[in-house]
Each structure stands twice: as structure tokens, then as C-alpha cells.
């Protein structure tokens, strides 16, 4: 490599070391999944008073830490978060209630909470929404990309979704940063809530639709804008792409035309290239 080139790869490294908050994401998410086993009783140390006061106490220690990475110093944060667990834990609890009332499949909290990633996802946003909230840099991003990595499903911490939320299976869902979602919507996997355009001048507008309270969306839809609103109670059909509003109760869906012939009517020559 040429002494040029080293010197821009030092400069590039140098301008970024200024920027650069250097979280353990390891550490990070570790506390993330032992914050979900200490709220949800998924161990043993929930079993015994006094090991749940020391679990959090450890959790607090170590959220003060991952605090001190992003560079934020202020104590009184680590309080005030765990302070706002009763709320989260509320919304959470009702998420998990909605899922067990809707979902056939669903026998019993123990099963949700141990094998449905769409719960886990809705946990990760409920705890990143309320860093967002809290203006802490870096942590929520990095908590809702391993939620993504993890479950598939990449919902913004900044975006605001309502009570008695459920993601049904949830491979491929996207929610975007200015996406407003109301009470006891339900979405099936492959949903995006995305933008008409991406420009970084709009950074600052409302980008992404709103969905109404009571809305079903169902799998692989597309509904994108700031000004796209669905409406109260409507039904949304698998594979539509929606760029306006749609009133509410309606019923929207993709007809296609399906053909089924027995192989000895079809005369046709087939040849697929996959």
C-alpha cells in the first residue's frame, strides 16, 4: 500500500474516532436478553425475592456502564429508566395478552415468551422507544438491529406503535422511524410501513403512514407515505401496495386470477428457468 493511501485510511480513522461512541455490543445485548428473563421470570432468579432485588441491581450496574460507552454520564438516567419498567412492562403485558387471545396457535405466555420472535421484537422496541425517548445515543439503533437480526423483523425505535400490538410470524416486517400505529393492530409477516422516497432533506418529515386503532394488516402488504393513513378497523389483504389514505372499516385486497387444469387439458408447452 502506498504512503498516500495509508495517510487517507489514518485521516478517514482519526475523523471517525471523533464520532465514534464505542459500545460493547456484545455487552449491550447481553443486558438486553437478561433485562427480558428478569421482567418475564424466564429463569430461576425471579423464583427468590431477594435474587431479583440483586439481578437488578447487576442490570443497573450494567446499564450505567453501556450508558458510560455512548458517552452519556448522567446517573439519574439510570433511574429514571427502570423507573419507567412498570409502564413498559403494562404495554408489554398487553401485547402478550393480545397475542393469546388471537393467535389459535398460541397455548399458553410461557410458549410466547420462549418461541415467538414477534413478542421478542415488540420487547425490543417497548425498551429502545424508551432510550429513544430519553435522547440516549447509538443504543437504541443497536438494540432494535439485534432484535432485526434476530427475529427478522426491523421496527425503528423511533417509531410510535400503540397497546395490544401483534406481529404473527413477522419474517420480513418493517416499520420505519416516523410510522405511528395505534391500539390492537395485528401484522402478518412481510409488512412494510415504509416511505414514497428516501431523501435525506425529508429527514425531518413525517415519512411513514399511520395505522388507526383495531387495523389487520395481512401478509407481504406494502403501505407507504407520511400522508397515508388507514383507517379504524379496516383489513388490509395480502400482497396490496397502498400509497393513500383508506377509510375506515374497509376492506382492501389484491385479486388475482388463479387457473387450475388437469396436465392432461394443458396442451401448453411449460418451460420454467429458475
Same mark, same amino acid.
Request: aromatic share 10%.
Given at each position: 500500500?502506498?504512503?498516500?493511501?495509508?495517510?487517507?485510511?489514518?485521516?478517514?480513522?482519526?475523523?471517525?474516532?471523533?464520532?465514534?461512541?464505542?459500545?460493547?455490543?456484545?455487552?449491550?445485548?447481553?443486558? %438486553?436478553?437478561?433485562? +427480558?428473563?428478569?421482567? +418475564?421470570?424466564?429463569?430461576?432468579?425471579?423464583?427468590?425475592?431477594?435474587?431479583?432485588?440483586?439481578?437488578?441491581?447487576?442490570? *443497573?450496574?450494567?446499564?450505567?456502564?453501556?450508558? !458510560?460507552?455512548?458517552?452519556?454520564?448522567?446517573?439519574?438516567?439510570?433511574? #429514571?429508566?427502570?423507573?419507567?419498567?412498570? #409502564?413498559?412492562?403494562?404495554?408489554?403485558?398487553?401485547?402478550?395478552?393480545?397475542?393469546?387471545?388471537?393467535?389459535?396457535?398460541?397455548?399458553?405466555? !410461557?410458549?410466547?415468551?420462549?418461541?415467538?420472535?414477534? +413478542?421478542?421484537?415488540? +420487547?425490543?422496541?417497548?425498551?429502545? &422507544?424508551?432510550?429513544? =425517548?430519553?435522547?440516549?445515543?447509538?443504543?437504541?439503533?443497536? %438494540?432494535?438491529?439485534?432484535?432485526?437480526? *434476530?427475529? @427478522?423483523?426491523?421496527?425503528?425505535?423511533?417509531?410510535?406503535?400503540?397497546?395490544?400490538?401483534?406481529?404473527?410470524?413477522?419474517?420480513?416486517?418493517?416499520?420505519? =422511524?416516523?410510522?405511528?400505529?395505534?391500539? &390492537?393492530?395485528?401484522?402478518?409477516? @412481510?409488512?412494510?410501513?415504509?416511505?414514497?422516497? /428516501?431523501?435525506?432533506? *425529508?429527514?425531518?418529515?413525517?415519512?411513514?403512514?399511520?395505522? =388507526?386503532?383495531?387495523?389487520?394488516?395481512?401478509? &407481504?402488504?406494502?403501505?407507504?407515505?407520511?400522508?397515508?393513513?388507514?383507517? *379504524?378497523?379496516?383489513?388490509? @389483504? @395480502?400482497?396490496?401496495?397502498?400509497?393513500?389514505?383508506?377509510?375506515?372499516?374497509?376492506?382492501?385486497?389484491?385479486?388475482?386470477?388463479?387457473? /387450475?387444469?388437469?396436465?392432461?387439458? &394443458?396442451?401448453?408447452?411449460?418451460?420454467?428457468?429458475?
Amino acid at each position: 500500500m502506498s504512503q498516500t493511501n495509508s495517510n487517507s485510511i489514518i485521516l478517514f480513522q482519526k475523523n471517525l474516532l471523533e464520532e465514534r461512541n464505542f459500545i460493547d455490543k456484545s455487552k449491550a445485548e447481553n443486558w %438486553l436478553e437478561q433485562l +427480558f428473563a428478569w421482567l +418475564f421470570c424466564t429463569n430461576q432468579e425471579c423464583v427468590d425475592f431477594d435474587l431479583f432485588l440483586q439481578k437488578e441491581t447487576q442490570l *443497573k450496574t450494567d446499564f450505567e456502564l453501556i450508558l !458510560s460507552q455512548v458517552q452519556v454520564g448522567d446517573k439519574d438516567l439510570v433511574n #429514571d429508566f427502570f423507573n419507567s419498567l412498570l #409502564d413498559i412492562y403494562t404495554d408489554l403485558a398487553s401485547d402478550l395478552q393480545a397475542i393469546l387471545n388471537f393467535d389459535p396457535a398460541a397455548k399458553s405466555r !410461557s410458549e410466547i415468551l420462549l418461541s415467538y420472535p414477534g +413478542f421478542f421484537a415488540i +420487547f425490543v422496541y417497548r425498551i429502545a &422507544n424508551k432510550l429513544w =425517548e430519553f435522547k440516549i445515543p447509538v443504543l437504541p439503533r443497536v %438494540l432494535s438491529e439485534y432484535a432485526h437480526s *434476530k427475529t @427478522g423483523i426491523d421496527i425503528h425505535p423511533a417509531a410510535t406503535i400503540g397497546k395490544q400490538f401483534f406481529i404473527d410470524h413477522g419474517t420480513g416486517v418493517v416499520i420505519g =422511524e416516523t410510522a405511528k400505529i395505534g391500539k &390492537n393492530v395485528k401484522i402478518y409477516q @412481510g409488512v412494510t410501513l415504509g416511505a414514497l422516497s /428516501v431523501s435525506k432533506d *425529508k429527514a425531518n418529515e413525517k415519512r411513514h403512514p399511520t395505522i =388507526e386503532d383495531d387495523v389487520i394488516i395481512y401478509a &407481504n402488504a406494502t403501505i407507504l407515505g407520511g400522508n397515508t393513513t388507514i383507517g *379504524k378497523g379496516a383489513i388490509i @389483504g @395480502g400482497n396490496v401496495w397502498i400509497t393513500e389514505t383508506i377509510p375506515a372499516q374497509s376492506l382492501v385486497y389484491h385479486k388475482s386470477e388463479i387457473i /387450475v387444469k388437469t396436465k392432461i387439458e &394443458n396442451n401448453e408447452i411449460l418451460d420454467f428457468s429458475i
